[in-house]
T-cell receptor, first 111, second 115 residues
Framework: SQKIEQNSEALNIQEGKTATLTCNYTNYSPAYLQWYRQDPGRGPVFLLLIRENEKEKRKERLKVTFDTTLKQSLFHITASQPADSATYLCALDTGGFKTIFGAGTRLFVKA | NAGVTQTPKFRVLKTGQSMTLLCAQDMNHEYMYWYRQDPGMGLRLIHYSVGEGTTAKGEVPDGYNVSRLKKQNFLLGLESAAPSQTSVYFC??????????????FGPGTRLLVL
């Protein structure tokens, strides 16, 4: 069956360190992959999108990698700050109407 | 530009009652979606619409109905609420440029408690 897996355990890191979140998927052939941020009590907000033919994408302190052979995406936040604390969702698109979301990983950045 | 708005923000229902959740977007997006989010399960697609007057079932459509009479509005109805429908409901919209992948824009959510 089709599945998206994100680490269900929260990730706790110290301010200034790099946070790395993992998204693994099975039985999909995504055209592109997205990462969203969700704060408590709010809707998800789009962060980054990477296409199947791209290996890496950067935006300020954020970096996403996409390995279609391993069926894995890594999401990095460098020089993390307490304000980066949130839940991060991975989402796959096959190029049609629907987007499939992972359950998300909670990140806590300690000052 | 308000983006995606949802009404109401919070509602308590008794089992068997009905209600309608309202979603509006001012970005002229073609696609609209209703999701529910439950702890540990992520966002699950209930129904979606690819244009005015069209709707389709998502992953968990049972117990819900939708309508898209106007392009900017997408309504989610619960005809006879059940405790299993206690959840946070998110509406989202997405453009269709036809040339590049589009991302989804989410509303702030509606928290529904069914007793």
């Amino acid at each position: 069956s089709q599945k998206i897996e994100q680490n269900s355990e929260a990730l706790n890191i110290q301010e200034g360190k790099t946070a790395t979140l993992t998204c693994n998927y099975t039985n999909y052939s995504p055209a592109y992959l997205q990462w969203y941020r969700q704060d408590p009590g709010r809707g998800p907000v789009f962060l980054l999108l990477i296409r199947e033919n791209e290996k890496e994408k950067r935006k300020e302190r954020l970096k996403v990698t996409f390995d279609t052979t391993l069926k894995q995406s890594l999401f990095h936040i460098t020089a993390s700050q307490p304000a980066d604390s949130a839940t991060y969702l991975c989402a796959l698109d096959t190029g049609g109407f629907k987007t499939i979301f992972g359950a998300g990983t909670r990140l806590f950045v300690k000052a | 530009n308000a983006g995606v708005t949802q009404t109401p923000k919070f509602r308590v229902l008794k089992t068997g009652q009905s209600m309608t959740l309202l979603c509006a977007q001012d970005m002229n997006h073609e696609y609209m979606y209703w999701y529910r989010q439950d702890p540990g399960m992520g966002l699950r697609l209930i129904h979606y619409s690819v244009g005015e007057g069209t709707t389709a079932k998502g992953e968990v459509p049972d117990g819900y109905n939708v309508s898209r009479l106007k392009k900017q509005n997408f309504l989610l109805g619960l005809e006879s609420a059940a405790p299993s429908q206690t959840s946070v409901y998110f509406c989202a919209s997405k453009g269709n440029s036809g040339r590049a992948p589009e991302t989804q824009y989410f509303g702030p959510g509606t928290r529904l408690l069914v007793l």
